[in-house]
T-cell receptor, first 115, second 115 residues
């Protein structure tokens, strides 16, 4: 079974600083990978996804992630943090390619932004 | 466009009571799923469905029942509530496209407390 590990349950950065949220996965086949964001008292929304092709993926709100097969990683970055980025972020992997494939989530990383 | 609608948003139950969390989507999505979110554990898949009349178990199915009589609705039943089922529940849906690149669309969540 595939799994996702997010390193660091809480990350705090200063406004304007680099954001780096770490995600590692395990999979016996090339995965489809996702990052979702959850703002307080809301559901999750998709930030970006990797399926095939270019390994650097750009998403909404200035976020991007790079798929590194050799490191089994899909870390999320943003060059300059804004106060509005404070939220919880989830990495997820698709368990297979079929149209019935489940999506498995990591435990989440809460991002705090210091003024 | 309503998207994914969950009811109720809040519910308090006593141990042993039963109840149903409702989920409806108006996007003609074939795939629907239920997750529970607990602190430090991310989102865990309870049950999912790839179309009307078809359901399957996820990571944590015990104590929950689902059915899928229509494309639009995917109710989650708690048969005999236990304190361990205190959680925030999310319903999510997506198109059952052929390559499983489709993103999940989430409801706003249902917060359940079992006393």
């Amino acid at each position: 079974a595939q799994s996702v590990t997010q390193l660091g349950s809480h990350v705090s950065v200063s406004e304007g600083a680099l954001v780096l949220l770490r995600c590692n996965y395990s999979s016996s086949v090339p995965p489809y990978l996702f990052w979702y964001v959850q703002y307080p008292n809301q559901g999750l929304q998709l930030l970006l996804k990797y399926t095939t092709g270019a390994t650097l993926v750009k998403g909404i709100n200035g976020f991007e992630a790079e798929f590194k097969k050799s490191e089994t990683s899909f870390h999320l970055t943003k060059p300059s943090a804004h106060m509005s980025d404070a939220a919880e972020y989830f990495c997820a992997v698709s368990e297979g390619y079929s149209s019935a494939s489940k999506i498995i989530f990591g435990s989440g990383t809460r991002l705090s932004i210091r003024p | 466009n309503a998207g994914v609608t969950q009811t109720p948003k809040f519910q308090v139950l006593k141990t042993g009571q039963s109840m149903t969390l409702q989920c409806a989507q108006d996007m003609n999505h074939e795939y629907m799923s239920w997750y529970r979110q607990d602190p430090g554990m991310g989102l865990r898949l309870i049950h999912y469905s790839v179309g009307a009349g078809i359901t399957d178990q996820g990571e944590v199915p015990n104590g929950y029942n689902v059915s899928r009589s229509t494309t639009e609705d995917f109710p989650l039943r708690l048969l005999s509530a236990a304190p361990s089922q205190t959680s925030v529940y999310f319903c999510a849906s997506r198109l059952r496209d052929g390559t499983n690149t489709g993103e999940l669309f989430f409801g706003e969540g249902s917060r359940l407390t079992v006393l």
